[in-house]
């Protein structure tokens, strides 16, 4: 693994610098064959030099490189970076240099994938490098940077540890049951110990749903029949705040039409308008791309007209949304009442009319109270950041529940003691404890080439 290797790790384009970073036992000799200045092999650690980049007699051009030697730089190994003027023809010229002098093209992610089996950051820290590196708004930079500085790992590490001694207590009184000043631990005993682990992990785990919202936004989809008033309360939700922002990032299926902040949290709205050209929404309930935005969407607003009865599709709009987060709209409340309220068995309903606005803040009220928006505000930002992560501690903690279960049950406690293992070693997959060789070639191919 460790021959050297390089690469751009600027944007290649025309700028005013770029850097090549070189990593690995050979950097140094490298750059030294192919600088004019100082010879960078007899210099200190983390300095600067000033001089130029030379093929054989031609120079190609002025640059400043910085020599950092291992271990303590960011691959933990020789490091060598070269500023050289940005542009793609100088930039391409350095680095091929450096290549043709014995160093290798870096695959993408690939320092960092150093930076991680070298020991120096844990699989938390390297993605969320890449996070940080993508990170596109405030809280998702901030929750990135918390989760680079470690406080991730430490909430990880911290409940492996309670774990552990949980763990080493049981396996005491099963390999020497004879010590008499060994505490017994029975299955009694373990219970408010577990419940109590099972319980930081729970908290950890919504804190970090929650966050996501924080970072993500929260993907709202717009539905109901033709005519309910779709787009009226869309444009509401959208004009009163004079925030309509149509560049968000989405999939290719999404048409977000726009974005209000309530609590500091993106609310990307998608209307069903956005699929209209494939006729309406209730006509192709059954087609795959309608059902997929319900499905995908973090809240729903369904929306019925008051003025109606309820017709069949509305109903079959109901019913497939039940196990969405669904708020009910009653739009035209301005209109006497035709809808029969006692089929309708949602607990979220709202009652709107968007010819004088009556019910559009009940509607965002509903919403920071659906997703704890006035709690979010006062988080620190420290988050399991991604699906890979949450879904581990939800892996862990549903292990937990089956601990919990078989306590209650009086399973012998030697088979209670593998479960609790388990969830333990499920938390150090999180922070790459333990790790499959696919896992990390999947995950660190996601980074961008000289990261
Ligand atoms: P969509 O097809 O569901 O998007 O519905 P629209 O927003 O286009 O509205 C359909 C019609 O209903 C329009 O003529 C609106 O002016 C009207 N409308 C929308 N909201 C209300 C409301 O709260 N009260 C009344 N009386 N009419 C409304």
Not at 177 to 192: A, C, S
Request: glycine letters at 6%; charged letters at 30%.
């Amino acid at each position: 693994m460790n021959d050297t290797i390089a690469a751009i790790s600027t944007t290649l384009g025309v700028g005013a610098i770029s850097i090549i970073r070189v990593s690995g036992e050979n950097a140094i000799s490298i750059v030294n064959q192919i600088f004019k200045g100082k010879d960078l092999e007899t210099v200190d650690t983390h300095t600067i030099h000033y001089g130029h980049i030379i093929d054989q007699e031609e120079e190609i051009d002025e640059v400043l490189v910085s020599v950092m030697k291992a271990p303590k730089t960011f691959t933990t190994e020789d490091v060598v970076e070269i500023n050289c003027h940005g542009g793609i023809s100088t930039t391409n010229k350095v680095l091929e240099l450096v290549l043709n002098h014995g160093a290798r093209l870096a695959e993408p992610g690939e320092f960092t994938k150093r930076a991680f089996l070298n020991g120096r950051i844990d699989l938390t820290q390297a993605e969320s490098v890449m996070d940080l590196i993508n990170a596109k708004n405030e809280s998702k930079r901030k929750v990135a940077m918390k989760s680079l500085d470690g406080y991730v790992s430490n909430i990880i590490r911290n409940l492996r540890q309670e774990i552990l001694e949980l763990l080493a207590s049981i396996e005491v009184n099963i390999d020497y049951p004879e010590y008499e000043d060994i505490e017994v631990m029975t299955n009694d005993k373990i219970k408010p110990k577990m419940k109590e682990i099972k319980e930081k992990l729970k908290k950890i785990i919504t804190e970090s749903e929650n966050g996501k919202v924080l970072t993500n936004g929260i993907k709202t989809i717009i539905i109901g029949r033709p005519n309910v008033g779709k787009s009226s309360i869309l444009n509401r939700l959208l004009d009163e705040e004079k925030a309509i922002v149509t560049d968000i990032e989405g999939t290719t299926r999404d048409t977000v039409e726009g974005s209000i902040t309530i609590h500091g949290v993106a609310l990307n709205l998608m209307d069903t308008a956005g699929i209209r050209d494939t006729n309406d929404i209730v006509e192709k309930i059954g087609v795959e791309k309608s059902l997929n935005l319900i499905q995908e969407a973090d809240l729903v607003i369904l929306v019925l007209n008051n003025n109606e009865e309820l017709t069949k599709e509305d109903q079959k709009i109901l019913n497939y949304c039940q196990d969405k987060k669904t708020i009910v709209v009653i739009n035209k409340n301005d209109l006497e009442r035709k809808i029969n309220m006692e089929e309708i068995s949602y607990k979220n309903i709202i009652y709107t009319n968007t010819i004088d606005l009556n019910g559009i803040d009940s509607l965002k009220e509903k919403i920071v109270e659906l997703f704890n928006l006035n709690e979010l505000e006062q988080q620190d930002y420290t988050y399991l950041s991604n699906v890979r992560q949450i879904s581990l501690a939800k892996e862990s903690y549903s292990i937990l529940e089956e601990v919990e279960k078989g306590i209650e049950e009086e399973i012998p406690i030697d088979m209670i003691e593998i479960d609790i293992k388990r969830s333990w070693e499920k938390l150090g997959e999180i922070i790459g404890e333990t790790y499959t060789e696919e896992l990390i070639d999947q995950l660190f191919s996601q980074f961008c080439l000289g990261k």
